[in-house]
Each structure stands twice: as C-alpha cells, then as structure tokens.
C-alpha cells in the first residue's frame, strides 16, 4: 500500500485581513462551512483560529470559537487543531485561552521568537475595508512574534500534560528545531510528535528548496525519522510548489487561507476545499493516497 500524505487545512489564520479576499471565512458560520468542506474535500485536520464577526480581526475569546468548533465536530471526523499562534499582538495569555478552554487534540505550537513581518503587503492594497487592516499591518515593522522558552514551557505543561493534547510544533527556522529538541531532551515532549516547517515568511526562512531538504535532513538526525512525522507548509505563492515537494520527499502538508489567498498567479482562491481538492489531486497523480482523520490520529498519537 502506498504511503498516506496528512492534509492539515488552515482556513483563515490571523494573517490576512478581510480587504484581501472575499473568499476569506471571518463569522463563525463562515470558519464552520469552511472547514467542513475542506474536511470533505481531504483534509484530515483542520487548524484554527477565530475572527471578530463583525471587523474580521483576529479574536482570542473562547466564546467565538465555541461557535464553530462543535459544528466542525459533529459534522466531520478532522481532528481539530486550535492555534496558540492567535493573532500578532495577543498575549500568551489570549493566545492559550481557547486552547486550553476547548481541550482539543491538537493545538500549533510556535518554537520560537522571531520578527514576523507582513508590513510589506501594505503597498498592495489601495483601499482598506477597516481601518485596523492597515494599522496591523504597519504595526509588524517593529514587531517581535514573542514565543519563548517559559512561556513554550507552560504551554507544554497546561495543555500537553494538563490536557493531552498534542501540538503542531511551527519551525520557521532551524534554530526551532533546536528547541525542540531541548524540550524533548527536557522530558516535556514524547513521540510521535508533529513538526510543521514553515517557509517564505519575512523574518523566518525562505522558501529555497535547499532550505527544506536540510531543515528535513536535521530533523531526521535530531529526533529520529521513527519518532516524528513532519510537514510543510509555505507562504503565498510558494504553497502549493513546497506542498507538493513534502509530498515528494515523504512528508506531509498544509494548505489553506491562512497561508496563501491564491490558487494561481493572480487568481484567488474562490475557497479552501479548493486548494485541498488541488492539492489532493497532484497528491494522487503522485501515486500517493491521502490520510483519512483515523490514520492521522493513529500516526500522530492523539487522544481521539
Ligand atoms: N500563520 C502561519 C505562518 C499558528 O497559528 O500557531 C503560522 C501559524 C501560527 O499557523
Ligand atoms: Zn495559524
């Protein structure tokens, strides 16, 4: 039988902001259909974040979530991964809240503090929505995305031991490897784990191939190819090339709104069950089959 590729869908982030794309899923009924369709579609896990409804920015209340995390549930079997990345400028605090209050099998997990820079997106639009869009956006020039070493651990401890959840670990960069090493080395993180290399964001690592092929040659040797399952995913127009080389050289993938609006040069994305059909089909021609939600919680290790 051939390999199974995990498709984790990431349907509308804290990136990008409502002025960017009308195919964007900002109220909960939104973030719910998109979800469910993306799950149709092929996507075993769907990874979330909330949005205000009535501004469309980024919202760390549980409350919202719980308006679309139990529908996503009861109509799907994707596991559910709630962000801790929340949006930039939220406290650790917000950012764990929904996690820690929905208990969920998986929440992402960024390892490490890092500039996280989309100020240059502000010379592509011309008129603003909102006007919090542009502010958020010039707000990352001197930003740091802060994800340190005491707050990973207690993240690690609240809601990996407190409520066995497990984490979609963010590595924008190399060091992040390193880190989580440590914390594997400090007994807080137990295989199989997940690791999610992520490239082409300003700040973190490019998108080189080369880059790939080594941040994935550092993982095999640090962790052991046996104990964790590793995927990638890719900013803007680089999602779907990096996708499919993960696939390509065994790895698994994430795609979705959070990451690129685009299905192709210029063209938005119409919805996510459209980059995940997309992405399943070149996955297929692979000669590569897709993972279903049961053989991603069976590799994983997820509570279920
Ligand atoms: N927006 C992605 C580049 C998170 O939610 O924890 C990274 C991300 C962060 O998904
Ligand atoms: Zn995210």
Same mark, same amino acid.
């Given at each position: 039988?051939?390999?199974?590729?995990?498709?984790?869908?990431?349907? %509308?982030?804290?990136?990008?902001?409502?002025?960017?794309?009308?195919?964007?899923?900002?109220?909960?009924?939104?973030?719910?259909?998109?979800?469910?369709?993306?799950?149709?579609?092929?996507?075993?896990?769907?990874? !979330?974040?909330?949005?205000?409804?009535? %501004?469309?920015?980024?919202?760390?209340?549980?409350?919202?979530?719980?308006?679309?995390?139990?529908?996503?549930?009861?109509?799907?079997?994707?596991?559910?991964?709630?962000? %801790?990345?929340?949006? !930039?400028?939220?406290?650790?605090?917000?950012? +764990?809240?929904?996690?820690?209050?929905?208990?969920?099998?998986?929440?992402?997990?960024?390892?490490?503090?890092?500039?996280?820079?989309?100020?240059? !997106?502000?010379?592509?639009?011309?008129?603003?929505?909102?006007?919090?869009?542009?502010?958020?956006?010039?707000?990352?020039?001197?930003?740091?995305?802060?994800?340190?070493?005491?707050?990973?651990?207690?993240? *690690?401890?609240?809601?990996?031991?407190?409520?066995? %959840?497990?984490?979609?670990?963010?590595?924008?960069? +190399?060091?992040?490897?390193?880190?989580?090493?440590?914390?594997?080395?400090?007994?807080?993180?137990?295989?199989?784990?997940?690791?999610? /290399?992520?490239?082409?964001?300003?700040?973190?690592?490019?998108?080189?191939?080369?880059?790939? /092929?080594?941040?994935?040659?550092?993982?095999?040797? *640090?962790?052991?190819?046996?104990?964790?399952?590793?995927?990638?995913?890719?900013?803007?127009?680089?999602?779907?090339?990096?996708?499919?080389?993960?696939?390509?050289?065994?790895?698994?993938?994430?795609?979705?709104?959070?990451?690129? +609006?685009?299905?192709?040069?210029?063209?938005?994305?119409?919805?996510?069950?459209?980059?995940?059909?997309?992405?399943?089909?070149?996955?297929?021609?692979?000669?590569?089959?897709?993972?279903?939600?049961?053989?991603?919680?069976?590799? +994983?290790?997820?509570?279920?």
């Amino acid at each position: 039988m051939s390999r199974s590729v995990i498709i984790t869908c990431a349907p %509308t982030g804290g990136i990008h902001t409502p002025t960017m794309s009308p195919h964007l899923p900002i109220t909960p009924a939104e973030i719910a259909t998109a979800s469910i369709e993306a799950a149709e579609a092929g996507a075993a896990i769907i990874h !979330l974040h909330a949005r205000d409804p009535e %501004t469309g920015k980024p919202d760390p209340r549980p409350e919202t979530f719980q308006q679309f995390l139990p529908v996503i549930k009861q109509s799907t079997d994707a596991v559910i991964n709630v962000s %801790t990345g929340g949006g !930039l400028g939220m406290t650790m605090d917000e950012r +764990l809240l929904a996690a820690t209050t929905a208990s969920p099998e998986m929440a992402s997990l960024n390892m490490g503090s890092m500039n996280f820079a989309i100020f240059p !997106l502000l010379s592509k639009y011309k008129e603003w929505k909102h006007d919090w869009e542009p502010q958020f956006l010039e707000m990352t020039r001197d930003f740091i995305f802060p994800n340190t070493f005491a707050t990973i651990e207690y993240a *690690l401890k609240t809601l990996g031991q407190g409520h066995g %959840t497990k984490f979609e670990f963010e590595c924008y960069d +190399l060091s992040h490897l390193y880190n989580v090493k440590w914390f594997i080395d400090q007994g807080l993180i137990k295989p199989p784990f997940f690791i999610q /290399m992520v490239f082409g964001i300003l700040g973190g690592v490019g998108a080189d191939l080369e880059n790939l /092929m080594h941040m994935h040659k550092v993982a095999d040797r *640090l962790f052991g190819p046996e104990n964790y399952e590793w995927s990638v995913l890719a900013a803007g127009r680089n999602q779907m090339p990096f996708a499919t080389q993960s696939a390509l050289l065994g790895g698994n993938l994430r795609v979705g709104l959070e990451d690129s +609006l685009f299905i192709g040069k210029g063209e938005l994305a119409t919805s996510n069950a459209q980059q995940v059909r997309r992405i399943r089909e070149i996955v297929e021609s692979l000669g590569l089959t897709v993972a279903t939600p049961a053989e991603a919680r069976e590799r +994983l290790g997820l509570k279920g």
